[in-house]
């Protein structure tokens, strides 16, 4: 009894070290392998570039996570990412940290993306001002009779504040105003579809990418511009016609290997530039 | 015979550290979260934890309230544990008291099955499923609201209250109840007055088994809820709890922040509330106890 018990003991040590060894190792060997964190937005079209990067090159290997544009940026500060997928530019906070860690990284625009307004098909509603969008999204409006609608509350939807949408939809459509203390915060652009969907009075912001497939009951405004109103679409992103539109970001760590190198290039190349408009975002190629 | 002792002895070491295994890992637990909450006492200061407004991200003025925070954990909380624990309580007085065999043996896996569902299916049920009829049922501007996470909440807690009670129901000794029903009670009098009252212990346990789960639940309730930190006690409001809190925002903010410190005070401050919990329970069955 007392022998069968140590042994059951001594075997899961042995057992407990390996796997404790086995997770150590695993960092040590990260060199050979290209790690992309950050964007949510992002990563559908990272991975797309992964997946046909590593047919070509059987010997690549690439990881994509998400987590949010700040996740990707505090991963490079934190030196466990070789790029950055960020949605939104470095805020001055995180260079100022970048520089008292003295880390090192450089930004390359890889491809655009336009956000779309996105309200329920049963709204009446087609096209809105960027000045009442604000008034909307800060809580200054609360009826959709105000901006010429039907009687009714607005239920007004925003991504979480770990969203880059988040942030850019701030800055550019709020003008750096606060959001509404009401505003529903949304954990992902899927959910956030599914709830305009579901609900006549809301309104919500997505990537481009995500409004065209979004729903059967989920309708693109256009946005009221001085030249007249402009429909967000791949054109009109290019042309810099829709206002609310970004460039989609890779900060990529100094000390990076040719092997990231490699890939980015990929990324900027016509084919890599190709993946870009079939899955639904801006291509930065002419 | 040396020898013998010697390896009990390492044994009983061995065996005492793994049994201590779980206080060393909470006073590191609190320590990490206190030292990294630490620099929000001197900046932004701890006053600002107690106002009523949460704002995080702001290019004029960041807030750090968690009242709100509070008042949504707490209103969620509260209002799934009014669902969740009539239900499991009785259920589990009928499953171990009244129900044959057969139909025990069938409500009692099923039991186990909901159990077993991730939390993420569940949230994903709640908001296509729940969320829509919530909102039809109540008249409401957006199912998405602390009613519809209390419900999904409950359905969580009430396998955790039901094993439980079920199982400290089943253990109160037989006597007792051959002892009231031989003095002419009526069997569903002797289950409410005699039965359950003896298995009171057992059945604040799995209450708070239940509302521990409940409180600390985050992917579930921050699929349903709304996220809008507003101060509000109604559960027909959309709520932010401080769990949603931690997990929607720990991925973005950036490291040594004021921001970073204000969400490890949080967690502080949830993992008192549930350490309360904890000791209010202890109180309270000591005092059956005497």
Known sequence: MN?????????????????????????DSGSSMVTIKGSDTMVHLVSS??????????????????????????????????????????KEKESTLAESKGIGFTRTVIAKDGIAVVVNIANEISALSLESLRLIFTGEVTNWKQVG?????????????????????????LRKDDYTQGALLMPSSSSLTQTVNDNENAIGYVGLGYADNAGDNVKTLSIITPDGNVIPSEETVKSGEYPIARPLLFYVNANANGKVKAFIDYCLSEEGQKIVSEIGYVSIAD | MSSFFQKENLIKYLLQGAASTSIFIVLLIVLFLGKEAIPFFSEPGISNLFGTTWKPVSFKEELFGILPLISGTVVVTIVAMFIAVPTGVIGAAYLSQVAHEKEREILK????LLAGIPSVVIGFFGLIILAPIVKELFGLQTGLSALTGSILLALMAIPTIMTISDDAISSVPRSYKEASLSLGASKFYTLWKVTVPAAMPGIVAAVLLGMGRVIGET???MMVTGNAASL????????????????????????GSEHYSALFMVGLVLLFMTFGLVLIGQRYLQRQEN
């Not at chain 2, 509000?232 to 490291?255: C, D, K, Q, W, Y």
């Open chain 2, 232 to 255: 509000t006690l109604s559960p027909f409001n959309s709520v932010r709890t401080m769990t949603a809190t931690i997990a929607a925002e720990m991925g973005e903010v950036p490291f």
């Open chain 1, 3 to 27: 022998k069968l018990t140590i042994n059951l003991l001594l075997i899961s040590i042995s057992v407990g070290s390996v796997i404790i060894s086995g997770c150590s190792k695993r960092n």
């Open chain 2, 219 to 221: 992917m579930a309730v």
């Open chain 1, 149 to 173: 609608g039907a009687d009714k509350e607005i239920v007004v939807l925003s991504r979480e504040s770990n969203s880059g949408t988040h942030v850019f939809f701030q800055k550019l459509v």
């Open chain 1, 49 to 90: 570039w992964a997946e046909k990067y590593m047919a070509l090159n059987p010997d690549a290997e690439i990881s994509v996570t998400g987590g949010g544009s700040g996740t990707g940026i505090a991963a490079i500060l934190n030196n466990t990412t070789d790029i950055a997928a960020s949605s939104r530019s470095i």
């Open chain 2, 109 to 112: 896996p099923f039991m186990e």
